[in-house]
């Protein structure tokens, strides 16, 4: 695409500006910024020479001649370059932040068995049933793909799990292979009479954390393709808590990450990654630590310390008692407490984002509204208040702060990522061969780029549509206006084509 390449440096887009900084650092390509050179020097000469002199004025033109050619025009590029560079790269940053807080806030599969396969060929598929509480209770090898192709007796084996261990649920990785177990699962589901399903899961990052000293800790006993199965089944049961165990850049959800200023990219992703863990809040029971030290005021340290503490003690019964946690002082205490939940707790507003210093002026609203604070446990209360700026008043703390605890009141425990689209399950397989031109399917988002949006709709390849097909109703800029990672949209196949392995969608809206 870029063999002959010419565009305005004012209308260029970021990514193919990163796209051209690849190709030309790969030596691909050669870049150069053309400008009407010799209307520049002449220019440049007309500042020099004011008027003429037969000594002097052919020295001054070849030295401002001189001076545009081998100094001025190189710095000149270097910085329009440097300019055009970083505006992509904080474009592509933005959209990286943006695809992944959409990934991190897809909503969690809770109360099932999950099945985690991580799918290979000449070493096998590794399984790994995680329980409803995300607790891995066995893992085995089985070998239905080439060259082995036992499908018989990996059908068996499946058999057993389903029976002993109630999966309902099965997470594919989409890696090498996965095309081939997908055909195994979807003929066993066939044959078996308990109602299980399968979801295709992206397992980028997967390999990453399975070598990690994280996973060596967290599964001591298994080899890595156990805890990269591991590892599937426990980011479709809740994505946020697995996914913040990998490094953000691993998880494949952006454009020319490695071109962009790392250190940059880095602070973007952890921020985001910190806003998404504050969001949705954190199970003080249940939590890693590398989930808890993305919570404002905790430190790594202190996130093992709340573990350790936890391990000794017993689960935590109220936020007071993390005082009790060597390291976490008042201040610390101060920035976290807010984001921690504890369901089952003695103070059910443990379980809700109002932090303790508000506990006196919930107790106050709920006395005036003649509501028990036992109630918060039976789920959402109806509050109702017709003067907000009265009653802040006579709790005495902000307006703002009062519709945020009447927010919370209303809905107790309440995960922002139930309002999210739902993964699509499958039970049934769809081949390339399958698709065609017209037809209209259900897909999943998986990354969201300046150019277009990748859809997965149970093809081993994701499809792309391109930015100018996303609709036809109005102009957009990005496709970001119009979707986000996770979303679950309808697609009409625009074109198929098997040699390539590659189709095109439509939006069908």
């Known amino acids: 695409m870029y063999y002959h390449f010419a565009e305005p440096v004012s209308k260029i887009a970021g990514h193919r500006v990163l796209a051209i900084n690849r190709a030309e650092k790969e030596k691909m390509v050669n870049v150069t910024i053309e400008v009407p050179e010799e209307k520049l020097i002449g220019w440049l000469k007309r500042q020099v020479v004011h008027q003429k002199n037969p000594y002097t004025t052919e020295m001054l033109e070849a030295a401002a001649e001189d001076s545009y050619r081998r100094l001025i025009a190189p710095a000149v590029e270097r910085e329009v370059r ?219 340290t202190v996130a093992k310390n709340i573990v350790a503490y936890r391990e000794e003690n017993g689960r935590f019964d109220n936020r007071k008692q993390l005082l009790k946690v060597p390291k976490l002082g008042p201040k610390a205490y101060e920035q976290c407490a807010g984001f921690l939940r504890i369901s089952d707790g003695s103070q059910p507003l443990d379980n809700t984002g109002v932090h303790p210093e508000s506990y006196e002026a919930v107790e106050k609203l709920l006395s005036e509204l003649g509501v028990e604070p036992d109630k918060l446990r039976e789920g959402s209360l109806p509050i109702r208040i017709e003067d907000y700026e009265k009653m802040a008043a006579k709790l005495s703390i902000g307006e703002i702060t009062l519709h945020d605890i009447v927010h919370e009141l209303r809905r107790p425990g309440r995960d922002p990522r139930e309002d999210m689209p739902k993964p699509v399950l499958r039970t049934d397989v769809l081949e390339m061969k399958d698709l065609k031109p017209g037809m209209i399917l259900k897909g999943t988002v998986r990354n969201v780029i300046d150019f277009g949006v990748f859809v997965d709709i149970g093809v081993h390849q994701d499809g792309l549509v391109h930015i100018s097909q996303l609709t036809n109703k109005k102009f957009v800029r990005h496709p970001m206006e119009m979707v986000s990672v996770g979303d679950v949209v309808e697609v009409k196949v625009m074109s198929v084509d098997l040699a390539k392995k590659s189709y095109s969608v439509d939006n069908d809206s």
């Not at 397992?203 to 001591?220: D, I, M, P, R």
């Open 82 to 300: 440097n300019a055009l560079t970083e505006k992509a790269e904080e474009g592509a940053m933005t959209v990286f932040g943006k695809n992944l807080q959409q990934l991190l806030m897809q909503p969690p599969i809770k109360g099932q068995t999950v099945l985690g396969w991580d799918p290979a060929f000449r070493t096998g598929c590794k399984l790994a049933v995680v329980d409803r509480q995300a607790r891995c209770w066995i893992r085995i090898v089985i070998y239905p793909t080439e060259p082995q192709k036992k499908i018989d007796q990996a059908k068996e084996v499946l058999r057993k799990l389903v029976r002993k261990y109630g999966i309902t649920l099965i997470s594919l990785g989409n890696g090498t292979a996965s095309r081939e177990s997908e055909q195994v699962i979807v003929d066993f589901l066939k044959e078996i009479p308990e109602k299980v399903a399968y979801v295709i899961v992206s397992e980028a990052g997967a390999s990453v954390y399975s070598a990690s000293k994280l996973a060596t800790e967290e599964f001591t006993n298994f080899d890595v393709g156990q805890r990269s199965a591991a590892s599937i089944a426990r980011r479709l049961q809740d994505p946020l808590a697995e996914l913040v165990k990998i490094d953000p850049k691993a998880i494949g959800v952006g454009q020319y990450q490695h071109d962009m200023n790392q250190k940059k990219l880095s602070e973007v992703l952890s921020g985001t990654v910190e806003d998404c863990v504050n969001k949705v809040g954190v199970d003080l029971n249940t939590a890693s630590a590398s989930l808890l030290e993305y919570i404002s005021g905790i430190s790594k």
